[in-house]
């Protein structure tokens, strides 16, 4: 190992900046990024088992939200014959990667990053065209991602230094973390760069070897992703990538007993599902699968009489519509207390109605279409529901696109447990509920089954005290919108149905996708 490595490993992680899209030079780079990535829609992607490329005959079409009749890729799509192949060749370089030194693993991590780095405009540009993010949110996934394997890659090299333990004379004692084994990552499509490789790169770099299913909306980035993992060195075989449906691979993956861990994000049901299926033990199973498991969220922005309104309402509409309101961290319910309700509504509407719809990968665009067919109609069931429910203030119409497109949506005078209210719609659907004072406000906040983010807008530090202590979220957030954690920064993960708060981005991480050994020596004479 280099010196500069070691140094590397050892300086404290910054995270990487947004690109500034007010510089005209940064713009014009984008708008060729995205005339490049345009030329290269359209190709096949194969399998990849140890290191083997395999064309199938079934495959998995990746089109354009914005555009649904533009093929983004067309990826092989796994058997179950397939999958099993992969657990095979994850379970065999286990047995050589498992002893590849702790800094060799982050060395790769560092060297994905930097490629990533140099090619940021570009992924950006297949965000924007893949899963209808405009400039700045697919800037912000791909920000992420670098931060994650650039955040990882520290975590390892810390952990693999000598721990802290109790001397007692006559021994010596060592902890060390070891890894868990075959790793079956499993990401959403929401963001499909940050999550996909955080949760990839976080097992790698423990040592683990990873069979990766990709969400079938976004399985192109990830191919470019793996692409560059590949392009770094990293062994054939650490990574298997393996897209394909859910519901056929899936569960097979999972209770499969040669994996040892699944890393997923995604919807509570399928967490519930992935759950069950992992705790059963299989014939010749050894270990008790461990489930790290990242879930739907109903996020509530509370603002009371004392707040910044005009930064508020700025707040409430910005969590509900960025990304089209596809976040887990979507600020999808506004409490706010009666005092001054109608003029936070009144703001938030001016605010959601200057709102700028359109093709994502156009400059200056602020809000693209929803991922896909089945996205699109559910969001709408949710509207009809709403408007039984409570006042229809903004949106529900007819976006008047050929994409998927559903128009910033309002709900006034919802009610705390209305359905818009109570269920994750995951769309730019936000209901607005009247609360009767504070503490009304907290305890509507709190009756939702999920618990992962949440915002406070208030001046009275009394008031925001109690809600760090009872607001029960994962991630909370006061005077500032709910979405938009940073790695290192906002170590990010929920409570209740919304997962098992693994803490993606913080120093708890790593821990997840390892075990710790003590080696205890007597001394002899
Ligand atoms: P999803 O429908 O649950 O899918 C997530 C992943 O699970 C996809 O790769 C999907 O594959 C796969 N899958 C589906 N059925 C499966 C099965 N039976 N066994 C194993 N895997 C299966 O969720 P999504 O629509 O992609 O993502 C949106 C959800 O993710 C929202 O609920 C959101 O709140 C949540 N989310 C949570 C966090 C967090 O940190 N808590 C972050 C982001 C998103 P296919 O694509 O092939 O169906
Ligand atoms: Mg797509």
């Not at 940064?26 to 194969?46: H, K």
């Not at 994850?90 to 140099?118: N, S």
């Not at 297949?126 to 955040?151: C, H, R, Y």
């Not at 973390?177 to 990839?200: D, E, H, Q, R, S």
Request: glycine letters at 8%; one cysteine or more.
């Amino acid at each position: 190992m280099t010196a500069t490595l070691s140094d590397r490993l050892s300086s404290e992680f910054v995270n990487t900046p947004l690109t500034d899209y007010s510089s005209p030079a940064n713009a014009a780079a984008q708008r060729e990024a995205v005339e490049r990535v345009r030329n290269q829609l359209g190709v096949s992607y194969p399998l990849i088992i140890h290191g083997e490329k395999i064309h199938t005959s079934a495959t998995i079409t990746s089109i354009n939200p914005a555009r649904p009749d533009e093929v983004v890729g067309v990826l092989s799509s796994a058997s179950r014959e397939d999958a099993d192949k992969a657990l095979a060749a994850a379970a065999e370089v286990f047995e050589t990667w498992r002893f590849t030194p702790p800094e060799k693993r982050a060395q790769y991590l560092i060297d994905a990053a930097e490629l990533m780095t140099q090619r940021r405009l570009e992924l950006n540009a297949w965000l924007m065209f893949e899963t209808g993010k405009t400039w700045v949110e697919a800037d912000a996934d791909v920000a992420e991602a670098i931060d994650f394997l650039n955040f990882y890659a520290r975590e390892m090299w810390r952990l693999s230094q000598e721990q802290p333990i109790t001397h007692i004379p006559g021994e010596e004692n060592k902890l060390t973390y070891i890894p868990l084994g075959v790793g079956v990552v499993i990401p959403p499509w929401n963001f499909p760069m940050a999550i996909m490789a955080g949760m990839t790169t976080a097992s790698v770099v423990a040592g683990n070897t990873v069979v990766l299913k990709p969400a079938s909306t976004s399985a192109v980035i990830a191919a470019r992703f793996v692409a560059i993992m590949e392009e770094v060195g990293l062994p054939k075989g650490v990574i298997n990538f393996v897209p394909g449906s859910g519901s056929v691979i899936g569960d097979y993956l999972v209770a499969d007993k040669r994996t040892r861990f699944i890393a997923f994000t995604g919807s509570r049901d399928v967490g519930l599902r992935i759950n069950k299926l992992a705790a059963e033990h299989q014939p010749g199973q050894l270990w008790i699968k461990r489930a790290i498991l990242e879930m739907g969220g109903k996020d509530a922005i509370v603002v009371d009489e004392t707040a910044d309104l005009d930064a508020a309402a700025a707040g409430i509409v910005s969590s509900a519509f960025g990304f089209q309101g596809q976040k887990c961290s979507a600020g999808s319910r506004a409490i706010i207390v009666a005092q001054v309700y109608d003029e936070v509504v009144a703001k938030a509407l001016q605010i959601a109605q200057k709102i700028v719809i359109g093709d994502p990968e156009v400059e200056g665009i602020g809000f693209g279409p929803v991922i896909d067919a089945n996205a699109f109609q559910k969001i709408r069931e949710y509207i009809a529901i709403g408007q039984q429910e409570a006042t229809l203030a903004l949106g529900g119409e007819d976006a008047g696109r050929a994409g998927y497109y559903i128009p910033p949506t309002i709900f006034t005078n919802v009610d705390g447990a209305a359905r818009i209210a109570q269920e994750e719609i995951f769309g730019p659907v936000l209901a607005m509920i009247k609360a009767s004072d504070f503490e009304d406000a907290m305890h509507i906040a709190n009756s939702t089954e999920y618990g992962l983010t949440g915002a406070v807008y208030s001046r009275d530090e009394t008031r925001l005290a109690h809600a760090a202590e009872v607001f029960h979220v994962g991630n909370l957030y006061f005077n500032r919108k709910c979405t938009g954690a940073l790695v290192g920064a906002h170590p990010f993960g929920g409570f209740n149905m919304s997962g098992t708060d693994s803490k993606a981005g913080g120093r708890d991480y790593l821990l997840l996708f390892t075990q710790a050994k003590v080696v205890s020596a007597k001394k002899v004479n």
